[in-house]
């Protein structure tokens, strides 16, 4: 997740030649990404798409925990509206929008149902799960080997 992410962080939080400013209306910056010419449509919509793709795609096969695309959401959601957030309190001339939010999370949500097939199995209730290769056995339940005959 951190190898995924690091590279986009460190795009994010480059300091920009601009003054800060924020834009809290949902959908208002999408247009101006279109209407900026094929090239700055691309580089906004599919870049922003790939923020959290790698949060999305591995977080719920590092957590069972996570495995829904409504908690991945919640997460993408939470943790972009704080990249946001950061980008303006530190004024590093970046626009903190709201698209931004909602294209990060869209994009984190595919990324998480991309990795739907891997996530582990649920075990219906009243069911013991299978023994796994890793699974501890419990002190005195093993057979010792008698190394004295």
Do not use: K, Y
């Not at 995924?4 to 962080?9: F, Q, T, V």
């Not at 096969?61 to 943790?79: C, E, Q, T, Y």
């Not at 698209?99 to 869209?106: E, K, S, Y």
Request: proline letters at 10%; aromatic letters at 8%.
């Amino acid at each position: 997740m951190v190898a995924g992410s690091l590279p986009w962080a460190v795009m994010l939080f480059t300091p920009q030649a601009a003054p800060r400013s924020v834009d809290l209306v949902p959908l208002h910056d999408l247009p101006s990404w279109v209407s900026g010419g094929p090239g700055t449509a691309a580089a906004q919509i599919v870049g922003n798409l790939l923020v959290l793709a790698a949060l999305g795609f591995f977080l719920p096969l590092r957590f069972d925990s996570f495995a829904s695309l409504w908690r991945v959401a919640v997460v993408a959601a939470v943790a972009s509206g704080v990249v946001e957030a950061l980008q303006w309190v530190l004024a590093i001339g970046r626009v903190s929008s709201a698209d931004d939010v909602l294209i990060n999370t869209v994009g984190a949500v595919v990324a998480a149902a991309a990795s739907r097939r891997w996530w582990a199995c649920p075990v219906p209730a009243g069911e013991i799960p299978p023994p796994h290769s890793r699974q501890s056995v419990p002190p005195g339940t093993a057979e010792v080997p008698d190394h004295a005959a």
